[in-house]
């Protein structure tokens, strides 16, 4: 499980609306597939660890994968249809699907055809992977984070003069790296008009842009392009300005 975990990891950030789902499949305790959820619309994990074994599965093999599997057709077919069309006699499974309207259904079916189902096993981890997901699926609202940059005294800047960043190298990325995460970033009209941020997640993958939120109780005429001034955007994002209650 803790390979499945590192292999959903790999589509960090890049499958929303989708959950990160890692798969392994291992014959006689070794590993001898894999597959992870790259992108919306894309082959689920199971699928793709299935698909990367290239034939039936041994009568000892064990599929792990972080995630309930899915029961129901979305963008592709219900993943329990294809384990059990492979054969596969055990799976072992990290979190449940959190959809109320799905969870526990998958491993209900998996169990009455037969299959051996181990649940939990690194369930925080892996339900933690999906904070975001998790929230929206169970709440139907948007997580939202707020990033604030402070001593441990409270102050936000260095003393006039001293320059400008409290923050160093190693939080910076750690930032964009939770950046990458969230489909939208938001600041104040403040913000924008003195910093003229990018708003963009910048890591080893490249540069993202989510869509960008100028927040801003007089929008639009205060928006950055209204002044003359551009969002310093590398990609297709857009601005979008939104009045706040007063
Ligand atoms: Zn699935």
């Known amino acids: 499980?803790?390979?499945?975990?590192?292999?959903?990891?790999?589509?960090?950030?890049?499958?929303?609306?989708?959950?990160?789902?890692?798969?392994?499949?291992?014959?006689?305790?070794?590993?001898?597939?894999?597959?992870?959820?790259?992108?919306?619309g894309e082959p689920h994990a199971e699928v793709m660890a299935l698909r990367a074994l290239g034939?039936?599965?041994?009568?000892?093999?064990?599929?792990?994968?972080?995630?309930?599997?899915?029961?129901?057709?979305?963008?592709?077919?219900p993943c329990v249809d294809a384990i059990l069309a492979s054969g596969l006699r055990t799976v072992v499974v990290g979190a449940r699907d959190p959809n109320p309207a799905h969870v526990g259904h998958g491993l209900d079916l998996l169990r009455a055809k037969g299959v051996a189902v181990v649940e939990g096993v690194l369930g925080e981890e892996c339900a933690a992977l999906n904070l975001i997901f998790n929230h929206w699926i169970v709440r139907g609202t948007p997580l939202l984070a707020l990033k604030v940059a402070s001593t441990l005294d409270g102050k936000l800047t260095l003393p006039a003069g001293q320059g400008r960043a409290i923050t160093g190298p190693e939080s910076q990325a750690y930032v964009h790296r939770l950046r990458r995460l969230y489909p939208a970033i938001a600041?104040?009209?403040?913000?924008?008009?003195?910093?003229?941020?990018?708003?963009?997640?910048?890591?080893?993958?490249?540069?993202?842009?989510?869509?960008?939120?100028v927040l801003d109780s007089a929008a639009p005429p205060r928006s950055p392009t209204s002044r003359g001034t551009r969002p310093r955007a590398s990609r297709s994002g857009r601005w979008s300005a939104t009045k706040l209650p007063s």
Not at 60 to 73: F, G, I, S, Y
Not at 191 to 208: F, I, V
Request: aromatic fraction near 4%; proline fraction near 8%.
């Open 1 to 40: 499980m803790r390979r499945a975990l590192e292999l959903a990891r790999q589509a960090w950030g890049r499958t929303h609306p989708n959950p990160m789902v890692g798969a392994v499949i291992t014959e006689g305790g070794k590993v001898v597939a894999e597959g992870f959820h790259t992108k919306a």
């Open 55 to 77: 034939r039936k599965p041994a009568a000892d093999a064990v599929l792990h994968v972080t995630l309930e599997p899915c029961c129901t057709h979305g963008r592709t077919p």
């Open 187 to 213: 600041v104040s009209a403040d913000t924008a008009l003195a910093d003229n941020p990018r708003l963009t997640a910048r890591g080893d993958d490249g540069e993202t842009c989510p869509v960008r939120f």
